[in-house]
């Protein structure tokens, strides 16, 4: 048996169970190496996407860097049993620039990159991430961090965009109206969240602040907003306000609705109001789509 030296790494390794490379026959040289995804023939069908997700990365929202999650995907023809899937990577890393802006406009040029590394029909790309922003309480006007989870989801073909969709879920405060009709002394309020999922029209110009005009249209409609930094003039104000405007989650979703429906960039939407209640176990909820 071999006498192994425990002082070195080599020998700890052995005496762990580590053993020698073997002597290979395959070749070493990537112009001799077999190319199994780039075979072609009859393989039955084409696949809609094919690609990656739960990709971790950087990512740029506004004015801060954030961590976003990635699924990118094209399209494989019947003839073509797959794709290369460091190319996704690669055609990602273009836009690298201390993390990849979050807009339309660089996933659109990723996507270009894509397809044509991969010299397939369509490309795709979805991304979430966290948006951070100032934003100031209601009465001493002091500044802090808030955030809301921001979507993007976009599809390009041969004939241009085939999907455009931009997501956000943010939180707010709601106050039941049937419990401020029945109890003498206050009523029962929760933390709220409301999620979107907003159809681009793609023949309208996406305003720059989009984010900003989206977050309002979710929180001014709630019973109160949420705050990072709160003194005790901004809680009477948040709580005072939350008071005079009781929600049930089904007023939420419909005033919400009006008003994304206005918006002139909005092609349609699916919406949802969820109540974590405070006097239940449960939550309460209410869902929606609509198309114009």
């Known amino acids: 048996m071999e006498e192994l030296d425990l002082t070195t790494r080599e020998g700890r390794f052995k005496h762990f169970g580590s053993v020698d490379p073997v002597e ?51 399209s494989l023809r019947k003839n073509e049993k797959g794709i290369n899937m460091s190319r996704i990577l690669e055609s990602l890393e ?35 991430g966290k948006w951070y922003f100032a934003k100031q309480s209601p009465h001493t006007q002091l500044s802090g961090m808030a955030h809301a989870d921001v979507k993007y989801s976009l599809e390009i073909g041969e004939s241009g965009t085939t999907r455009k969709q931009l997501g956000m879920t943010a939180m707010v405060t709601t106050l039941c109206p049937c419990s401020k009709g029945i109890s003498e002394y206050s009523a029962h ?17 996406l305003p720059d602040d ?23 003039t901004d809680e009477k104000m948040v709580t005072e306000r939350a008071y005079e405007n009781p929600r049930f989650v089904e007023d939420l979703i419909r005033l919400i609705a009006y008003d994304l429906v206005e918006l002139d960039w909005v092609k349609g939407f699916e919406l949802e109001c969820r109540n974590e209640e405070s006097i239940h176990q449960h939550d309460a909820f209410s869902r929606m789509r609509y198309q114009k």
């Open 210 to 232: 989009h984010r900003e005009q989206l977050y309002e249209v979710l929180e001014i409609n709630a019973s109160s907003q949420l705050y990072p930094i709160l003194k005790r």
């Open 94 to 128: 273009t836009q690298n620039d201390g993390g990849v802006r979050l807009d339309f406009g660089t996933l659109e040029t990723v996507l270009g990159t894509l397809r044509d590394r991969m010299d397939q029909e369509s490309a795709e790309v979805t991304a979430d």
């Open 24 to 74: 290979g026959t395959k070749p070493i040289e990537k112009e001799l190496m077999v190319d199994l995804q780039s075979s072609k023939k009859d393989f039955l069908f084409e696949v809609d996407s094919v690609g990656i997700n739960n990709l971790s990365y950087p990512v740029v929202i506004g004015d801060f860097q954030s961590v976003g999650n990635f699924e990118l995907a094209t």
């Open 189 to 205: 309020n929760q933390r709220g969240y409301v999620k979107v999922l907003l159809d681009i029209d793609p023949e309208k110009e």
